[in-house]
T-cell receptor
Framework: DTEVTQTPKHLVMGMTNKKSLKCEQH?????MYWYKQKAKKPPELMFV???????INESVPSRFSPECPNSSLLNLHLHALQPEDSALYLC???????????FGPGTRLTVL | AQSVTQLDSHVSVSEGTPVLLRCNYSSSYSPSLFWYVQHPNKGLQLLLK??????LVKGINGFEAEFKKSETSFHLTKPSAHMSDAAEYFCVVTRGNSGGYQKVTFGIGTKLQVIP
């Protein structure tokens, strides 16, 4: 089983809203990732969690707040987003930080 | 430093004809190389990966890629295109670092169009 699930599939939010994206995997992977993908562009790494600890933050604005409550779950909390934050947000996981990454289907976020 | 160059942003083939998507890489270390496919509004699906074993790598859905160190290339091929192959394809290079993480570099993507 190489499945990473993400909810919701689509999210529309206003600039004053607070929302969360959820990512889950049950493959026993200990590294999890958040990527942002704009239209017609490759994914851009945002955060890396390894063994439930934040390992890499690619200078992401504080309006994006990641959380890893346990080894299977990764959240991305959103607050006071801007319209330019509208994108496909992809979650990925890998056995360790050095192994192949498996991606979820993404959450399509629209900020009005 | 490492980089990935996908030489074509858009490739168009007729159904049943061969597919060639080109990728060149640059890496100071022995890299791992991947091809991912992304269908519209979907996540990325791993097609195949090269990790210093056999230079000809077979993937899913009839795709394969050959690692050529002398040419620093990792081109993706398929003998016969199917309509369902129409998608965006990303070439990816990774290498481990001392911190225990991969440095992951994506190519810009190649959009494959399959004409009936």
């Amino acid at each position: 089983d190489t499945e990473v699930t993400q909810t919701p599939k689509h999210l529309v939010m206003g600039m004053t809203n607070k929302k969360s994206l959820k990512c889950e995997q049950h493959m026993g992977h200990r590294a999890m990732y958040w990527y942002k993908q704009k239209a017609k562009k490759p994914p851009e790494l945002m955060f890396v969690y390894s063994y439930e600890k934040l390992s890499i933050n690619e200078s992401v604005p504080s309006r994006f707040s990641p959380e890893c409550p346990n080894s299977s779950l990764l959240n991305l909390h959103l607050h006071a987003l801007q319209p330019e934050d509208s994108a496909l947000y992809l979650c990925a996981s890998s056995r360790t930080g050095l192994d192949t990454q498996y991606f979820g289907p993404g959450t399509r976020l629209t900020v009005l | 430093a490492q980089s990935v160059t996908q030489l074509d942003s858009h490739v168009s083939v007729s159904e049943g004809t061969p597919v060639l998507l080109r990728c060149n890489y640059s890496s100071s270390y022995s890299p791992s190389l991947f091809w991912y496919v992304q269908h519209p509004n979907k996540g990325l699906q791993l097609l195949l990966k090269y990790t210093s074993a056999a230079t000809l790598v077979k993937g899913i859905n009839g795709f394969e890629a050959e690692f050529k160190k002398s040419e620093t290339s990792f081109h993706l091929t398929k003998p016969s295109a199917h309509m369902s192959d129409a998608a965006e394809y990303f070439c990816v290079v990774t290498r481990g670092n001392s911190g225990g993480y991969q440095k992951v570099t994506f190519g810009i993507g190649t959009k494959l169009q399959v004409i009936p």
